[in-house]
């Protein structure tokens, strides 16, 4: 049995119509930029996430640069994320000759643990201008963001959520003393999300969006989002064109509504592997370990939401990863490693930072294997991945 990693065809099957009548009419009317359809889309999303402003654009990673630009961040400016993510957090810090601070993560979340955060403040702070930090909300599950935040306030540092993969997510945050549930990308000064088609939210090609609160910030990223004109052709400032095209705008906002169906399958989908690989005694040898939803705990606390983890990747810690990945691709079932190789040891990066020690993020990228969780999958499709695995360490 074929099993891929991601296959958006069924999704697709139910929404084709209503997305081709959508797109049609998007062609049809011949206006390709910006525009109602834009808009209406941005207003669905800051619904969605509980945020007073969406500014949609081309992608995540340029949520994430004309973030960074609208908070003023440049040359000299260090900005804290974790090196354990996707390429996009780094390369914007990069790109506006900002400096990255790398701040290891929590080996239970996968996310930036905020414990060395504040020990990066206590000791080495002083010698850096740090303008903001970027935690990274990985597979689904948002980082620490009470303890992120309260430190944010703490040293006068802005916040930009990477929540590309965490759309929809929900973070309890403790606030005077009371526990609520916020959605993703809403807590820091800006949440950026991405419509890569692997996200839990996918275009039919690439698109962002940013969610503010702060409606002079969020005024100030919607001119960098044309180029800095305001008004037309008069520009104070530089920006860039980051635009989401008004195609993706009508496709996604056919699937938003769908979302929360979605995450809740993914969660089924990761809570009928979890079972199954209890059964197999794999966990128990501690030849794989399962991913832990670290927010089940607060769930019980303040009821209400599932969605503390949406499961955009399902990862387990496998013993001998590289070999169990090679016998899963020989058996048909799609895997992959997010991520092998953590940033500061990336070869754009310079030989100070390739010498740094990340130790639970260089352990992550050795052990960690992203397993089939799209909505759609069967359960025959999980029982016969559980199956392989059981299969491989067997031999
Ligand atoms: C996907 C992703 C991005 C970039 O999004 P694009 O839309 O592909 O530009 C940034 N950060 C993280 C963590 C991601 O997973």
């Known amino acids: 049995m074929r099993v891929p990693l991601l296959d958006l065809r069924e999704q697709l099957k139910p929404l ?216 037309k052709y008069h520009h104070a400032v530089i920006g860039g064109n980051f635009r989401l095209d008004p195609i993706q705008a009508v496709a996604l906002k056919v699937k938003l509504p769908h979302l929360p169906d979605w995450h809740k399958a993914r969660r089924e989908n990761a809570k009928v592997y979890n079972r199954l690989f209890e059964q197999t005694g794999l966990v128990a040898s501690g030849k794989i370990k399962l991913p832990v939803a670290v927010y089940a705990d607060a769930a019980a606390q303040i009821d209400t939401t599932p969605d503390y983890h949406i499961y955009n990747q399902y990862i387990i810690r496998a013993e001998e990863r590289d070999q169990l990945r090679d016998y899963l691709l020989k058996a048909e079932i799609g895997s992959e490693i997010y991520y092998p190789i953590p940033l500061h040891k990336q070869k754009c990066m310079e030989p100070q930072y390739n010498a740094l020690s990340m130790p639970e993020a260089e352990k992550a990228a050795a052990e960690t294997l992203a397993l089939p969780i799209y909505p759609e999958l069967t359960d025959e499709m999980l029982t016969h991945v559980v199956t392989t695995i059981t299969e491989f360490y067997r031999q």
């Open 16 to 231: 084709r119509d209503e997305i081709v009548r959508e797109v049609t009419e998007v062609i049809d009317s011949t206006s390709y930029v910006m525009g109602d359809k834009v808009e209406a889309f941005e207003r669905d999303v800051s619904a969605y996430c509980q945020t007073r402003h969406s500014i949609g654009v081309t992608s995540g990673t340029d949520a994430l640069l004309a973030s960074l630009m609208g908070l003023g961040i440049g040359p000299g400016d260090s900005v804290l994320t974790t090196p354990y993510t996707f390429i996009a957090t780094l390369g914007c810090i990069l790109r506006l000759g900002a400096r990255p601070v790398f701040v290891d993560i929590d080996p239970v979340s996968f996310n930036i643990d905020p414990d060395k955060i504040e020990q990066f403040f206590e000791d080495e702070a002083g010698a850096q201008k740090v303008k903001a930090i970027i935690p990274v909300h990985l597979y689904g599950q948002c980082a620490d963001m009470t303890k992120i935040m309260a430190l944010a306030k703490r040293y006068g540092v802005a916040v930009v959520e990477d929540a590309a993969q965490a759309i929809g997510a929900s973070c309890p945050m403790e606030e005077n003393g009371v526990l609520t549930w916020k959605r993703a990308g809403s807590m820091g000064d800006t949440g950026c999300f991405s419509f890569f088609p692997s996200k839990n939210l996918g275009g039919i090609g690439d698109g962002g969006m940013i969610v503010v609160n702060d409606d002079e910030l969020a005024k100030k990223i919607k001119i960098i989002r044309v180029h800095g004109g305001e008004p």
